[in-house]
C-alpha cells in the first residue's frame, strides 16, 4: 500500500480535498487533471491520509469508528480504496 504516496500528494499540493455538507466530496488532482468523487467514506480516508494517518490500523479504526462496519470489511475497503486511488495518480 503506498499511504505515504497519497500523503506525500497532498502535501505536495497535487492533490486537495473538498469535503461537502453530506460528509462526500471531491479530490482535485492538478497533475492528473481530475477531479475524483468521493462518498463519505472515501472522504473519512482522504482527510485522515492528508492530515498524516498512514498506518493501516488507524486508517482501518476511522472506518470503524465512523460507519457501520466491522474490522475485516473496513480493511479490505481500506485496501481496494487505496489502490484505485494510487492508481489514478499514475
Known sequence: ??????RR????????????????????????ERLLTMNAT????VQAIEAGTTDEAALTEVLTSRFEVDQERALADLRQFVERLVEALN
Request: no cysteine; charged share 20%.
Open 1 to 6: 500500500m503506498s499511504f505515504d504516496r497519497i
Open 9 to 32: 500528494a497532498f502535501a505536495d499540493g497535487r492533490l486537495t480535498a473538498n469535503p461537502l455538507d453530506d460528509g462526500s466530496g471531491v479530490v482535485l488532482d492538478t497533475a492528473g
Open 42 to 45: 472515501g472522504m473519512a480516508l
